[in-house]
């Protein structure tokens, strides 16, 4: 909710119509008081006519992100192009004036990272990453529930995302199985939420990897269908890190964390999102949630646009910076390269 009235709304484009725009950031804009979806983009254009229809009906559609930026006063955009575009019209974004708010994996190498991040600084506008995870009620809850101590120390993490694979999400997302065009398969579509989820919740940075990727059905894709990976702590505690697009049956989204003085199990059980069990004195926590951070359950909750667009006035903090993608980012690209030289690998420091 904007705060004060004067405010004019925050002009937003959005560079890419596809299923995240449709299921996340156009409806989330189009609830939100705070900002007008301006322009929309996408190489297709009937996409971006279609999401005008349903979600933006004052916006200018585009083709082209460029012409887009260079007619359009716009003070921010969403990028949710393939994941090796997102470099590419990041930068162009913030050249153009726009503070930027890119999809996870926020790029396909830490040298783009790290231009995605200087070039957010040069033009002094606010670069966030869209690991929405940290936005979702259960894990803000459980944030709190680890921040208070009641736990004690993060002994060992265990944390798993997966589903049947991205050709039951986009219909247009063949690009997904492609290498050049997606980078990274299950890894870092899926992988890369957990990672950063695991360094939200735990506040612990992950110093060296082992790890083993795998097609095992995704015969015709490029990149990997599944990914296993361990963890070691700069603290010396451990974890494992598992995505896959090959899970039946029910999607795994779950982290449990096992502590000094007990466990807690975030979305693992059915119909219990969070619990923790003590052992001193023996007992077993359901924690309440609190409320979605926007009201639009269609949106899956998370808010990412108002939080995205109050960051940019500077009434929160970012709730993923440029820098927190890129060392989430970081993790991945050791696993990739552990699995490739079936080494363990160092995680690149960043600061
Ligand atoms: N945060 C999340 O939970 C989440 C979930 C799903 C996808 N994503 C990310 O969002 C991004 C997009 O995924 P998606 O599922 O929407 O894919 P999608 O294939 O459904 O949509 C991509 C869109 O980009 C358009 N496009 C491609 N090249 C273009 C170009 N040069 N200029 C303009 N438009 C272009 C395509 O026509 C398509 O409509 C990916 O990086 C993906 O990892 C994030």
């Not at 050249?95 to 783009?112: D, I, N, R, T």
Request: net charge positive; charged share 25%; proline share 4%.
């Amino acid at each position: 909710m904007l705060n004060r009235k004067n405010i004019e709304p925050f002009r937003a484009g959005i560079i890419g119509c596809g299923a995240i725009t449709e299921h996340l950031h156009a409806p989330d804009y189009a609830i939100y008081e705070g900002a007008v979806i301006a322009a929309l983009c996408d190489a297709n254009l009937a996409r971006a006519h279609e999401m005008r229809e349903r979600f933006a009906p004052e916006a200018a559609v585009y083709s082209d992100y460029k012409e887009m930026l260079r007619k359009e006063p716009l003070d921010g955009v969403t990028v949710t192009l393939p994941n090796v575009l997102h470099a590419a019209a990041t930068i162009t974004s913030l050249k153009a004036g726009c503070h930027v708010l890119v999809e996870k994996p926020m790029a396909s190498s830490l040298a783009e990272a790290k231009r995605m991040i200087a070039a957010a600084k040069a033009a002094k506008k606010v670069l966030m990453v869209n690991q929405c995870q940290r936005r979702s009620a259960v894990h803000r809850k459980a944030k709190e529930v680890l921040d208070s101590g009641i736990l004690g120390k993060v002994l060992t993490v265990a944390a798993c995302f997966g589903h049947e694979g991205p050709e039951n999400w986009s219909p247009t997302g063949k690009w997904f199985f492609n290498k050049s065009q997606a980078r990274f398969g299950a890894m870092a579509d899926l992988g890369v939420h957990k990672a950063d989820l695991i360094r939200f919740l735990t506040g612990k940075e992950v110093a060296e990897v082992n790890a083993f990727t795998a097609r095992l059905e995704k015969k015709r894709a490029t990149v990997e269908d599944n990914f296993v990976s361990c963890l070691r702590f700069t603290d010396g505690s451990i974890g494992t890190l598992t995505a896959s697009w090959t899970t039946k049956g029910m999607d795994a989204d779950y982290v449990i964390l096992h502590c000094a003085n007990g466990s807690l199990r975030v979305n693992e059980i059915p119909g219990k999102p969070l619990v923790a069990n003590l052992v001193d004195p023996e007992c077993t926590i359901e924690f309440e949630l609190p409320e979605p951070l926007s009201v639009y359950k269609d949106s899956w909750g998370f808010g990412v646009s108002e939080g995205f667009v109050r960051a940019t006035r500077g009434q929160e903090k970012p709730f993923c910076s440029g820098i927190e993608g890129a060392k989430s980012l970081a993790i991945i690209l050791a696993c990739e390269k552990a699995a490739e030289s079936a080494k363990t690998t160092k995680v690149a420091i960043l600061k």
